[in-house]
């Protein structure tokens, strides 16, 4: 089944442990992107991959870090959690566009709770 | 970036067709329409994109006005299923970013 996976789905942490959020898909997916998501502020974009190797930061990129070392994977690490970064987290990917033609697919969702 | 403008709510009776309005009246002759929906303690869907023409696929069907400054998602019978936000996108073909806004929640009676 073509899926996105994310693990752990729910965290809880304390400010300042470093902790990672992995993300994997089965697709064979260049595109992969994080995105965040706040009440009243919607889905933000934290970071996005275009390729093994290639990162580059999105709208809310402080804070986090990401690495796409293979195609499949793509972390989300916070070096120091603070409670600001209390959120949904969401990974994504897609195939590489052809004529404006894709769809994103989203994992199912990380719930992070930083006291 | 382009913006759309959704009505915050709408609600529907099971099996009747849901119609959900999007205006984007500063749209760019490159930008895709795209519908995505969340449904509740999940990620986002997509469910169905377009440039000028309109579109149907298994889950719904979207008109797009003659102007490309308004478009409508058609959900032709609701079920409970289909109780979610549902996100009317702009993306420029070339891009793959998605700018979610605040969309239009849709709740299903039974």
């Known amino acids: 089944e073509a899926q996105v996976t994310q693990n752990p789905r729910y965290l809880i942490t304390v400010t300042g442990k470093k902790l990672t959020v992995t993300c994997s898909q089965n697709m064979n997916h260049e595109y992969m992107s994080w995105y965040r998501q706040d009440p009243g502020l919607g889905l933000r974009q934290i970071y996005y991959?275009?390729?093994?190797?290639?990162?580059d930061k999105g709208d809310v990129p402080e804070g986090y870090k990401v690495s796409r070392k293979e195609k499949r994977n793509f972390p989300l690490i916070l070096e120091s959690p603070s409670p600001n970064q209390t959120s949904l987290y969401f990974c994504?990917?897609?195939?590489?566009?052809?004529?404006?033609?894709?769809?994103?697919?989203f994992g199912p969702g990380t719930r992070l709770t930083v006291t | 970036d382009a913006k759309t403008t959704q009505p915050n709510s709408m609600e529907s009776n099971e099996e009747e067709p849901v119609h959900l309005p999007c205006n984007h009246s500063t749209i760019s002759g490159t930008d895709y329409i795209h519908w995505y929906r969340q449904l509740p303690s999940q990620g986002p869907e997509y469910v169905i994109h377009g440039l000028t023409s309109n579109v149907n696929n298994r889950m719904a069907s979207l008109a797009i006005a003659e102007d490309r400054k308004s478009s409508t998602l058609i959900l032709h019978r609701a079920t409970l299923r289909d109780a979610a936000v549902y996100y009317c996108?702009?993306?420029?073909?070339?891009?793959?970013?998605?700018?979610f806004g605040a969309g239009t929640t849709v709740t299903v009676r039974a």
């Open positions: 994504a990917s897609s195939p590489r566009l052809a004529g404006g033609s894709y769809e994103q697919y």
């Open positions: 991959s275009m390729n093994v190797e290639v990162t």
């Open positions: 996108i702009l993306n420029p073909g070339n891009d793959y970013k998605l700018s």
